[in-house]
């Protein structure tokens, strides 16, 4: 069912939810004129190119991207090159980005089009959300920002900016459902201009209307903004606090030690990635402290990564595995 402006804040009558719509539209876009990053996937319409900046910008700041999404394409410049790349050449080249289970899975989608689509990806929402790895967010950015088609999706920068014009403050926690905010992305879509109103409300959300500290009091739509009568009461009561390390909340956790893991394959040398690393070296070069006695952990952690394609088990030294049995210290390890 299409989605209207009548639709949205029931409360207004017809003429003036259009109004709403449409001076938003204005507002944003001239916004977006004027303040848009230059960003190299902004210059492009190569779904490749588009698909490896999704991936990247997953749970990545711009920033630390950049570098890392040239370097990347320039060692594999086409979805057909990292399609054919050994996996372990993929991790290798994903180090620093963390979250490498992202690069086993865009290498996974990279597969899929050149063995399912002879290297041309599908440009329908419906076709690449068929695609291994791709989700509603990645297949809506794809089928825009590649193909320029007029798609809503929805990440976190735009669910943030539609919810607090239309619903109000999102703080402490959203009052609108995801159907909510998707149904609105869909009626607030300027018809034909897609890829720049997707754009902008990513890059509102990232520079402006930021999680903690939204910039209303020079906001170009202020006006509009059903948040901006209690927004900045909210974000006043909200604790202070010292931010953590970065990697604080994730010290001596599982998510932590796969990290370390995967860290520690990468620095095989060519002939340690040959024959593998055995189970009880491996342990002692990722926990300083490593013990006898946590093998069966550090087994249990190897066969995790190993499931999520982000380790593997040479072949010399793969024995059956049986839970009940100790951990097979001489078990030889490896990048895929």
């Avoid at 409360?11 to 960003?39: H, Q, V």
């Avoid at 890392?68 to 372990?88: C, G, H, I, Q, S």
Wanted: with cysteine; glycine share 6%; hydrophobic share 45%.
């Amino acid at each position: 069912m299409q989605v209207t402006a009548a639709a949205i804040c029931p409360a207004d009558d017809a003429a003036a939810r259009a109004a709403k719509i449409e001076s938003l539209r204005r507002g944003l876009l001239r916004w977006f004129d004027a303040n848009a990053r230059d960003l190299p996937w902004r210059r492009i319409r190569d779904p490749y190119r588009v698909l490896v900046s999704e991936v990247m910008l997953q749970q990545t700041q711009v920033d630390r991207v950049i570098p890392y999404y040239e370097a990347f394409l320039t060692r594999f410049p086409t979805v057909e090159a990292l399609a054919e790349a050994a996996t372990a050449d993929v991790i290798q080249q994903w180090a620093g980005l963390g979250y490498n289970r992202r690069a086993v899975n865009l290498q996974r989608t990279a597969r899929a089009v050149v063995g399912d689509y002879g290297g041309v990806f599908p440009q329908s929402v419906e076709e690449l959300r068929r695609l291994p790895g791709i989700g509603p967010y990645t297949a809506g950015a794809i089928a825009c920002f590649a193909f320029e088609l007029d798609v809503p999706f929805m990440d976190t920068n735009m669910r943030r900016v539609l919810h607090r014009w239309f619903f109000g403050a999102d703080l402490p926690k959203p009052i609108a459902s995801e159907r909510e905010l998707l149904d609105l992305a869909a009626a607030a879509l300027p018809p034909g201009n897609g890829w720049a109103w997707n754009q902008a409300l990513i890059e509102f959300g990232a520079l402006q209307c930021t999680a903690r500290k939204p910039a209303c009091v020079v906001c170009p739509v202020q006006a509009h903004c059903a948040a901006f009568p209690t927004i900045q009461a909210v974000i006043q009561a909200l604790p202070t606090g010292v931010r953590r390390k970065q990697e604080g909340p994730f010290a001596g956790s599982q998510r932590f030690y796969r990290g370390r893991v995967v860290a520690a394959l990468r620095e095989l040398t060519s002939e340690e990635h040959a024959n593998g690393v055995s189970l009880a070296e491996l342990g002692t070069r990722v926990k300083p402290e490593f013990a006898e006695t946590d093998l069966d952990w550090l087994h249990g952690l190897v066969r995790d990564l190993e499931r999520d394609g982000l380790a593997a088990i040479a072949e010399d030294g793969a024995p059956a595995y049986d839970a009940t049995e100790p951990a097979p210290r001489e078990m030889r390890i490896r990048l895929p």
